[in-house]
């Protein structure tokens, strides 16, 4: 009986934190993104790790900016990107053309890189070719990406909802185009719901 008790205990504590990060049980830093493909998404932000990125992101999640905001770069194997506040939102100006060179009109960030590994689940910020260029779009890893450790931010991980990640509809060619792309419906902070 000690045993169960322990195990229980010991799983209830990974259930609340993971190396040390938020999680579910930190409203605050808790983001839930309703998807069009249907489902929701909970990610625990990670502020230990990033913290000028993790408040960009529940900022723009307050503002309501990243509602209706597609996936516009989808690689299978590779992950999911999305957060064009500025060409991806398909209820302000949708632009098929342009949409993954956009960000919000806050300005970009710093690098916040740490030694935290890219794995399946892990969501990093996008960026350009400079690494202090990261403003408003990120991505959600599918699998393992070492290639991307120590040279992307990476804000957060995804604690629930991963089997709707994966339904999420891919794109095309080396870029991951998707023409008929999905969308985060609606996208809220925990703690704002309480």
Known sequence: MKLVSLLASAFIAASITFAGSASAADPENTMIIELSGGGEVVIALRPDLAPKHVERIKRLVREGAYDNVVFHRVIDGFMAQTGDVQFGNTTKGYDPARVGTGGSDLGTLPAEFSKEPFER????????????SANSQFFIMFASAPHLNGQYTVVGQVEQGMENVDKIKRGSGPNGTVSDPDRMVRVRIAADEQ
């Open 121 to 132: 689940g892990v969501v990093g910020m996008a960026r350009a070719m400079d690494p202090n």
